[in-house]
């Protein structure tokens, strides 16, 4: 079925509007090791999110989001997608997520790495909402880094 | 009579057909308007028939294509009622007209003093566009100025009870928009202009939003400096307009070096040539000049006069149909009076991107976010809204479906 | 085959007949080039379908200029060969380009420093057009930092003997053009750029004569910004280009603030996008991006290298038959060797204005004057010139008609 | 008989061209009041001219200039036109000659007043050219203005 801006129900799946009311894992929650605060320039869409590690695994993402529809399910789904997977499988996920978005609707979406977020294949032919989409995604990106950062300092030739 | 019906025909837009084959309602030109035939064909035969560089070339498509340049900027001085051609600059938009004021206030011209330093005042208001806040936040940051602001009232209108503690003796400019983008408001400039005059101060308005939709006249005016842009009043992109005080441009520096804008160069110093040259570096915009003549032309055939009272009567018919549905907010003053034809509101349990998209699939295109009015959307509590705008060529047909639309909106939601 | 007929019927304009019922002869391409009707349909379609403002509108004409909009910066982006299109700013025009850049290497970013301060050098040429001369005083003058510049062989080529002792340790730009407005030298930028990179300084490249005329590529350059302009290559007005690296430009201050350029906006402060939202204050030249997009799509379509092949060939054309006329001098290279397509030149006991009234009289167009390169004139004792600039839609047949009007002239003014 | 652009000789009149080839009054000369320098930004037509009065009468007005045909042309007039009269009688000439150079040919030149001056008809047809015309007028009304103050300081109120 072909997407048009007039075709709301491709974009709007019902699992995006299910997240959308009821967001997985919202608040924000101790213990993190970082805290990114992220904002859509364009429209204002806010976030604040954490990130806990343990080692190489993620154990928990906690967020507050002021944002639309697109831009709060995403992040619930990035919360179900992300939680108790190592680092690297999360950055994997991430990838598949960004090119599915970015594929202006010519990527076929692997429900076995996405899951839910499978939903969001319609958005992708909406270039003014995949920025929502993805802000959730580019914050918990940023705070996984910072948090690498701070529990695996880089070391350096100087062991001292 | 003011026939909406024949000037939608001057739209060519306005006969687009959208996704799904809807036809298209444009409420969105508080954001840009559309253009008329008049316009895009004067464009159009321009870069036909006369296109060449002005000033500079003596042959027969420079002798037309500076007159028609020159023409641009005649006419924009009349539809401002501007005492002299030569206090017409022109710009790229609104937001290098307002940069280029607060740079040039800041430094120092030749054998004089700059107009801003240390320990002075600027001081403007909460409901301004992003662009009229963040140059002057770089000029007082560049010069140690305090940047003060005046705050809005619950209703959306200027507190003004501050005014006498805000603009002192050490007030040295006050910049204020005429009609705001987000909450509609029409500011009492009057009052504002009186008292920065009475401290020495001077007062640079925002008019992106007026003069498109208001008669404007800028010597009973009695401001500074004014700034707008051509997109916004049915005319082209990539030009903008900063009139000023003859008396004053004459006695600031120039703001961008090279083109034109010289008296004479050598490798060692330059000189300035006056205004408004002086302010203009480079090819300026020649094929906008015309563009904008053009649309000046056409509102002035229809007249200022009726589209106010077109904008007007439909912003209040609007503000009547949207506030019957039930969780629709407008923020901003909520009657039609002293408002221009911009109506922000939120719609509970809908975020605003939610219901712009909503109303997009209904082929109604209105805009939703913070309308690069971030410090407004803070003082009312919300990071965004949806935003309704209206001109010469909007119908009571298209509010209508605006409503209808909204409706659609609320049960999609279930809000 | 390079088919310059079949080329001069994309433009409109080359079918005009002027004053006299007389054929348009236009050599003045290095003041403005023509526009082919594929850039004027351009935007005239843009106008009447998609016309919108971009980036905050999501509606469909919305996203439809958003999407034409930021297609324009892509087509530019490859076709000057950047490695990424964020690298490609839109300015209001080459002057704006190396003003911003002038500027924004004098402020101090946050948490950084500033480029420029007082006891550093800049670095210029004496054949720059002033909109490469004037920022870079008003630069020197605003830091205390001091200008330096290259001086011009009899030959009109860059003296670069003095390289060494021009650009030291004390450099911190270099900012020269390609190819000269009036001149037509076209520089070894290699050379100076492997140097000025060598003691750590910046190159600006003025490439407002290159970019119309020889295939550009920026990565394979090494300069650290390129400026230039729309209407030279067969674009609009209104719009301009500055190239920066990408490093470089996300290190940067802002120039311009308010509408695109912010990440969030407090009363008190604001934070600022990355490029090239960073320095697009306000809505930008939309209209203006479609048509320098369909202007490099043209060029392409063409082949740089064919044009670079056509203007060689027709400017030796043309610097032959010139120098065959008594008392007529070419001040700038005499031969088709490292040299665009302008030949300035001087025709003994009449004054360059009354060669090009004379020339009008015959319907060929050149420009007469200074051509914003005052202190080039200077070096060669002249005062002004009389300039025949050529490009892809110039044939053999307007050169020869060119000389005659000069004899004309010769004859007229009995010299 | 109408001015075009391609009909060369209504702009360069006989008289421009004699003017051009013989300026009158050329060189500058000692004794002044005032110098001035004038360029035209344009083009870069220059003009250096010194004004001599003698209570209100204008005894010399000496000049070196750059410049095209029409703007030398148009100083050797002014030389004629003005040198030996009062002040207040060149001014008036100077307005006769700006409004014919700013009306666009509709201003019927006043021989009587204009004399040789009346040979400028035709260059107010080509709006590029009539700064050329002006360039040496707008400095003699600029070294006048300077040479009256030199001449007759203002009073003021303070008879000190
Ligand atoms: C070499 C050079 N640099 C800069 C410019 C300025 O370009 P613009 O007038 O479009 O700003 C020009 C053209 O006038 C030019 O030829
Ligand atoms: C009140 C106000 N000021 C300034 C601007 C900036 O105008 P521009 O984007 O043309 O620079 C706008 C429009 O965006 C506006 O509505």
């Known amino acids: 079925m072909n997407v048009t801006p007039s075709n709301m129900d491709m974009l709007y799946q019902e699992i995006i509007l299910d997240h959308y009311k009821h967001p997985h894992g919202a608040g924000l929650r101790d213990p993190f090791e970082a805290e990114v605060h992220h904002v859509n320039p364009t429209c204002g869409d806010e976030i604040t999110l954490r990130v806990h590690l343990d080692g190489e695994t993620v154990t928990d993402v906690s967020y507050a989001a002021q944002g639309c529809s697109i831009s709060q399910a995403s992040v619930s789904v990035l919360n179900d997608l992300v939680t108790g997977k190592s680092v690297t499988d999360g950055m994997a996920v991430l990838d598949s997520f960004t090119q599915l978005m970015q594929g202006k609707g010519q990527v076929e979406p692997d429900e076995d790495v996405l899951e839910d977020g499978i939903a969001f294949a319609g958005v992708a032919q909406f270039p003014a909402r995949v920025k929502c989409a993805l802000l959730g995604w580019m914050a918990w990106k940023d705070a996984v880094s910072q948090a690498l950062v701070t529990t695996h300092p880089p070391t350096t030739g100087d062991p001292a | ?415």
């Open chain 2, 1 to 415: 009579m003011y026939d909406v019906a024949r000037i939608r025909e001057d739209f060519p837009i306005l006969g687009r057909r959208l996704s799904g084959d809807l036809p298209l309602v444009y409420l969105d030109s508080a954001n840009t308007s559309q253009k008329p035939r008049q316009v895009i064909d004067a464009i159009d035969d321009h870069y036909r028939q006369h296109n060449a560089n002005v000033a500079r070339a003596m042959h027969q498509l420079g002798a037309e294509a500076s007159a028609a340049f020159e023409l641009g900027r005649d006419k924009v001085a009349a539809f401002i009622g501007a005492p002299n051609r030569d206090e017409v600059v022109f710009t790229k938009n609104a937001s290098e007209a307002l940069n280029l004021v607060a740079r040039v206030l800041g430094e120092t011209p030749v054998g004089g003093q700059a107009r801003v330093g240390a320990g002075d005042e600027v001081v403007i208001t909460e409901m301004e566009h992003h662009s009229n806040i963040v140059p002057w936040q770089q000029l007082t940051q560049r010069t140690g100025a305090t940047l003060r602001w005046f705050g809005v009232t619950d209703e959306g209108r200027l507190d003004l009870d501050d005014i006498d503690t805000l603009i002192t003796e050490r007030t040295k400019i006050v910049s204020v928009t005429w009609v705001s983008n987000m909450l509609g408001t029409i500011n009492p400039l009057d009052v504002i202009i009186t008292k920065a005059h009475s401290v020495g101060a001077l007062v640079v308005v925002d008019a992106s939003q007026a003069v498109p939709q208001i008669p404007v006249d800028v010597a009973a005016l009695g401001a500074d400096f004014v700034a707008f842009t051509g997109h916004k009043l049915v005319g082209p992109t990539g030009i903008g307009v900063l009139w000023g005080r003859y008396d004053l441009l004459a006695s600031l520096p120039p703001f961008l070096g090279g083109g034109e804008m010289i008296e004479t160069v050598t490798m060692e110093r330059s000189t300035y040539a006056p205004p408004p040259a002086r302010f203009e570096a480079g090819t300026p915009p020649i094929a906008e000049s015309v563009g904008i003549g053009a649309a000046v032309d056409y509102l002035s055939s229809i007249g200022m006069a009726h589209i106010a009272a077109h904008e007007q009567a439909i912003t209040a018919y609007a503000l009547g149909a949207l506030q019957e549905i039930d969780g629709l907010t407008v923020v901003g003053p909520k009657e039609a009076v002293d408002r221009g034809g911009a109506v922000s509101f939120t719609l509970e349990g809908v975020h605003p991107h939610d219901v712009s998209q909503l109303l997009d699939s209904r082929g109604v295109a209105v805009r939703a976010g913070h309308h690069c009015a971030k410090p407004a959307h803070l003082r009312f509590g919300v990071q965004s809204t949806t935003r309704a705008s209206f001109y010469l060529y909007t119908t009571e047909q298209e509010i209508d479906a605006l409503v209808e639309a909204l409706h659609h909106t609320k049960k999609y939601f279930g809000a």
